[in-house]
């Protein structure tokens, strides 16, 4: 890449907004790599048909090339270009939940690179609902291959700030859509005739689809098999392949716990610098200059849960001990992405 100099911006990489967005959709045709806004989380994308140009997102990123990635469409118009066949199941939860932070697996189209699927024979599929993000795909009418733009490991970036923290330099271009609404990447499921299998818990939860083809299709199985006894765990061998790696992880050790006992904690890490994310209401004993995060519901623990993750690292923080959200709702997802940055260590 050229060497250029900082931008008003203070990044290198030049930054598009709404309105100006040909010059991003031109850059990305050219095979070159955009980080650009989703409801859930910045995407780092690239042309899915062209090899060469998906080959630089891992790169970028650093991602493990055995971790498949997901395909953004502006309209169900595109369908046909990315997978072999659409099950019912899933064209009911395309009509009710799309554009929307639901990703559906499906059989992929034979043009489909193994590059993007990491050799699976299935394809994700996603419609984002940010209006920046539609009218960036509109403009480049072709399936976007888009991971979470940060640098693999690390949690995944809700502002363009964030995504330039770990990517400035190393991508094209980007595109400014503000702050992510959702706050935590898409929901998963993997569609075939008999049976919807979550991969990846998200803001659509597995009730509201169980709800959604209940009617029509009372002989689909909606399936978790993550969720135990309401909370979603690490399975042994997950379904998506990369739920595996490290993930979401701030520089800081974090430990989850469903309930925070603040002077215990204090006792516990003595002598490190800790700081504490906690539910509804402050902790108390945790001591004066110890940095502390409340949030007031599951929906805000989403939008903040990355921000605040890297917002404890700049406090100096050691240790992050992160109060889990009730296991109802989109706090299934919260808890399934703390449980994963905290290597499943609890307090
Ligand atoms: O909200 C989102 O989904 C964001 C925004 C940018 O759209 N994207 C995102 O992508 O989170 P990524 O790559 O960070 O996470 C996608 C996950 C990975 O864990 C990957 O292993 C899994 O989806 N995945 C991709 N293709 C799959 C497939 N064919 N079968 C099973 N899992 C798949
Ligand atoms: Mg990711």
Redesign the pocket.
């Known amino acids: 890449m050229l060497h250029r100099e900082p931008s008003s911006s203070g990044f290198v990489t030049p930054v598009y907004t709404s309105g100006n967005l040909g010059a991003a959709a031109k850059v990305l045709a050219a095979g070159g790599i955009v980080v650009f806004p989703?409801e859930?989380?910045?995407?780092i994308g690239a042309s899915a048909l062209l090899e060469h140009a998906v080959a630089k997102i891992f790169e970028a990123k650093g991602r493990p090339q055995d971790?498949?990635?997901?395909l953004?469409i502006h309209s169900t118009a595109l369908l046909s270009e990315a997978v072999a066949s659409v099950p019912r199941s899933a064209e009911l939860l395309f009509e009710a939940f799309s554009p929307g932070?639901l990703?559906i697996?499906l059989p992929k189209a034979e043009r489909v690179s193994p590059l993007v699927?990491a050799g699976?024979p299935?394809?994700?599929i996603?419609i984002?609902s940010h209006p920046v993000a539609r009218e960036f795909l509109e403009m480049c009418n072709v399936p976007v291959a888009?991971?979470?733009?940060n640098i693999s490991g690390q949690p995944?970036p809700t502002s363009l700030e964030m995504a330039l923290s770990g990517l400035d330099g190393k991508v094209d271009c980007a595109v400014d859509g503000g702050f992510c609404q959702h706050g935590i990447?898409?929901t998963?499921v993997?569609c075939s005739d008999g049976e919807v299998v979550l991969?990846?818990p998200?803001a659509i939860t597995v009730e509201m689809i169980a709800r959604c083809l209940g009617e029509e299709l009372p002989g689909v199985r909606v399936r978790a098999p993550d969720a135990e006894g309401g909370a979603v765990v690490m399975p042994a061998q997950p379904?998506?392949?990369?739920?595996s790696y490290r993930h979401y992880q701030p520089r800081a050790e974090v430990f989850v716990t469903e309930r925070i006992d603040g002077a215990r904690t204090r006792k516990r890490f003595h002598g490190r610098r800790f700081g504490v994310m906690a539910m509804n209401r402050p902790p108390v004993g945790v001591g004066p200059a110890t940095p502390v995060y409340v949030m007031n519901s599951a929906e805000e623990y989403a939008h903040l849960l990355y921000r605040k993750l890297v917002w404890f690292d700049g406090q100096g923080c050691e240790v992050i001990v992160a109060e889990l959200p009730p296991p109802q709702g989109v706090g299934l997802a919260v808890r399934d992405r703390l449980r994963r940055a905290a290597g499943g260590q609890e307090l």
């Not at 859930?40 to 995407?43: D, K, L, N």
């Not at 888009?146 to 733009?149: E, K, L, R, T």
């Not at 379904?239 to 739920?243: F, I, K, L, Q, S």
């Open positions: 989703t859930t989380v910045y995407g971790n498949p990635l997901i953004h932070p990703t697996v699927t699976l299935t394809v994700g996603r984002p888009a991971p979470s733009a995944s990447e898409s998963i993997r991969l990846r998200g379904e998506a392949p990369g739920m």
